[in-house]
T-cell receptor, first 108, second 115 residues
Framework: ELKVEQNPLFLSMQEGKNYTIYCNYS?????LYWYRQDPGKSLESLFV?????AVKQEGRLMASLDTKARLSTLHITAAVHDLSATYFC????????FGTGTRLQVFP | GAGVSQSPSNKVTEKGKDVELRCDPI?????LYWYRQSLGQGLEFLIY????????KSGLPSDRFSAERTGGSVSTLTIQRTQQEDSAVYLC?????????????FGPGTRLTVL
């Protein structure tokens, strides 16, 4: 059974700082997804990682995938307040199995 | 084009009542998924439909939950005899196919509150 663990659960960071969110999954997964969720909103797709060593970047966010370690990371560079949201990773076979989410709060 | 839509956006009901939640997937998407997001449980898979195949119901928490997908498009999630623990946001997603290589696109969700 596929399980996905994400940490930290909560992250409070100062603007301008860097940090990484980690996502571990228990069995082989075809893809790894990262989503963003703002309060009261639905899930917004950020990245889809397809293969070992995949790296994708969008603005201050960069996601990577190591299928051998069954680990994906979401790295935040020089955080800004607009990045405050909850971030979920998800792995899948035929359905998405989500991590617990990381609630990110960026303060001045 | 239009994304996944869900209705109602909010639903308040009394314990013991039945509720129906609706999902309109993206046109042409053959796969449709239901998830539940609740405090303490995170995001949970409930059920998915792929074309005319039998749905995967493995995530439904009890026999009070059921779902239909008519004509391969619109889906309705029905919860009978609602309980307070059913309070959650119910999210629908669709994808071009059920292959794990197809990205899922999420609707805005229905917030269900059971009093």
């Amino acid at each position: 059974e596929l399980k996905v663990e994400q940490n930290p659960l909560f992250l409070s960071m100062q603007e301008g700082k860097n940090y990484t969110i980690y996502c571990n999954y228990s069995t082989t997964s075809d893809r790894l997804y990262w989503y963003r969720q703002d309060p009261g909103k639905s899930l917004e797709s950020l990245f889809v990682l397809l293969s070992n060593g995949a790296v994708k970047q969008e603005g201050r966010l960069m996601a990577s995938l190591d299928t051998k370690a069954r680990l994906s990371t979401l790295h935040i560079t020089a955080a800004v307040h607009d990045l405050s949201a909850t971030y979920f990773c998800a792995a899948n076979t035929d359905k998405l199995i989500f991590g617990t989410g990381t609630r990110l709060q960026v303060f001045p | 084009g239009a994304g996944v839509s869900q209705s109602p956006s909010n639903k308040v009901t009394e314990k013991g009542k039945d509720v129906e939640l609706r999902c309109d997937p993206i046109s042409g998407h053959t796969a449709l998924y239901w998830y539940r997001q609740s405090l303490g449980q995170g995001l949970e898979f409930l059920i998915y439909f792929q074309g005319n195949s039998a749905p995967d119901k493995s995530g439904l928490p009890s026999d009070r939950f059921s779902a239909e997908r008519t004509g391969g498009s619109v889906s309705t999630l029905t919860i009978q005899r609602t309980q307070q623990e059913d309070s959650a946001v119910y999210l629908c997603a669709s994808s071009p196919g059920a292959s794990s290589y197809n990205e899922q696109f999420f609707g805005p969700g229905t917030r269900l509150t059971v009093l």
